[in-house]
């Protein structure tokens, strides 16, 4: 869109300019709203009903295994501030 209104001339002055850009705004913000509202209708035809669908029920965590998360959210960044494992 950015391109074609180049070619015609819409950045020809900055007042055109802006104008352009504000118009290529509203027409992004349009588009994916339709395409958001296309692609909700498409999961509803599908069986989508606003949560997250799994083939298994989970079951919960134990307290053996929230102390495992809350420790490795803990010692990583730890590990990672000290240097003893490279992130990138």
């Given at each position: 869109m950015l391109i074609a ?10 007042k055109?300019t802006?104008?352009?850009l ?8 349009i588009?994916?709203?339709?395409r958001?509202?296309?692609t909700?209708?498409?999961m509803?035809?599908?069986?989508y009903?606003?949560g997250v669908m799994?083939?298994?029920n989970?079951p919960a965590?134990k307290k053996k295994e ?5 420790g490795?959210?803990?010692l ?5 501030y ?7």
């Amino acid at each position: 869109m950015l391109i074609a209104q180049k070619s015609r001339l819409g950045h020809s002055s900055w007042k055109k300019t802006i104008n352009s850009l504000g118009v290529l705004g509203g027409m992004l913000i349009i588009r994916a709203f339709t395409r958001s509202e296309r692609t909700y209708e498409a999961m509803r035809a599908r069986g989508y009903e606003g949560g997250v669908m799994l083939a298994i029920n989970l079951p919960a965590l134990k307290k053996k295994e929230y102390f495992l998360v809350i420790g490795m959210g803990f010692l990583l960044p730890m590990l990672v501030y000290t240097g003893d494992i490279q992130v990138w």
